[in-house]
């Protein structure tokens, strides 16, 4: 039988909602940075398969695939396990400064405008958490963008008949081909799909992080993967159609099909040539990836950052 007064009960609740956030930003510049590159790692390489069929159905101009089951077993009938990870290596190099950016750097903007304070804004403030996302978002493409781009590539490469597939070979032939220019091709689509994407994301996991934090403003590993996971799905499903374009424009084309050429220009063509439906291709495979990916990434930089703080 709780016996606990009105009053009691009162000042605990009192006491929960003002409590601090622990947030990852009260961690030292290098933890921050080094458990945010360890989650990252882990999310991007758990879901790599799913990144690549996804990749592959947004790319699907001529309805090879009959969905993302059949999308997997053609890749793995042509390329074997190493063929769902093709690419990989360019995602790895690339994955650690990009999550490193925007998760330091959301932690970064989030301390600057004091939404984990409790004395500034006791139940948080959506549209400080959105910008400090949204700007953290900006800052990644330096990174983001080269690495999508040549991941992207790794993910569409067709081996030839025999070929012997040297990851890190082909992907140092793309990069000395592409050159810088290249490299930076889509940098407006990129910040289109990320900005975006982080607004919408870490705004909504403020809201479900604040629901499950405990008294000492701590949240578990269980927690920060359902606060981070229910995030991911929101806006990885609603920023599929800038992906979409994105994918299009840093894609190398296929044989006989024209290269697609400015972001509003691609809008255009793709609903010309394939119906306005063609933008939301692989937001099956983006939902389910994006979800786990940012969930896996946040639990472990939580769980880090609870063990060693």
């Not at 070929?163 to 592409?178: D, F």
């Not at 084309?253 to 306005?276: D, N």
Request: hydrophobic residues 45%; proline residues 6%.
């Amino acid at each position: 039988m709780n016996m606990s007064s009105p009053a009691s009960r009162s000042t605990a609740t009192q006491q929960h909602e003002q409590s601090p956030i622990r947030a990852a930003a009260q961690l030292s510049l290098w933890k921050n940075i080094l458990y945010s590159a360890a989650g990252g790692v882990a999310g991007a390489t758990a879901v790599y398969p799913l990144d690549l069929a996804k990749t592959q159905l947004q790319m699907d101009h001529t309805g090879k695939f009959k969905g993302l089951g059949d999308c997997f077993m053609t890749i793995f009938k042509e390329g074997g396990v190493g063929g769902l990870y093709r690419g990989l290596p360019a995602n790895v190099i690339g994955i650690m400064p990009e999550k490193t950016i925007k998760l330091a750097g959301n932690d970064f903007f989030r301390n600057l405008f004091k939404v984990d304070d409790p004395t500034v804004y006791p139940k948080g403030n959506i549209m400080l958490e959105g910008a400090a996302g949204g700007l953290a978002g900006a800052c990644q493409i330096v990174v983001t963008t080269p690495m999508e781009i040549t991941k992207i590539r790794m993910q569409m490469y067709k081996p030839a008949p025999g070929e012997t597939v040297n990851q890190m070979a082909i992907l140092s032939k793309m990069v000395r081909e592409m050159g810088i220019t290249g490299m930076y091709k889509g940098t407006f689509s990129t910040f289109m799909r990320d900005c975006p994407f982080s607004i919408v994301y870490f705004s909504l996991y403020g809201i479900f992080r604040r629901k499950l934090v405990d008294d000492k403003g701590a949240i578990s590993s269980s927690g920060a993967l359902i606060a981070s996971t229910c995030a991911g799905v929101v806006a990885a499903s609603g920023s599929t159609p800038l992906d979409v374009i994105k994918t299009r424009l840093q894609a190398a084309p296929a044989p006989g099909v024209e290269p697609y050429k400015g972001w509003l220009p691609t809008v255009a063509r793709i609903a010309r040539e394939e119906g306005a439906m063609a933008l939301l291709k692989g937001v099956g495979p983006r939902t389910i990836i994006i979800s786990p990916l940012f969930g896996i990434a946040l639990m472990v930089k939580e769980t880090l950052a609870r063990i060693w703080p």
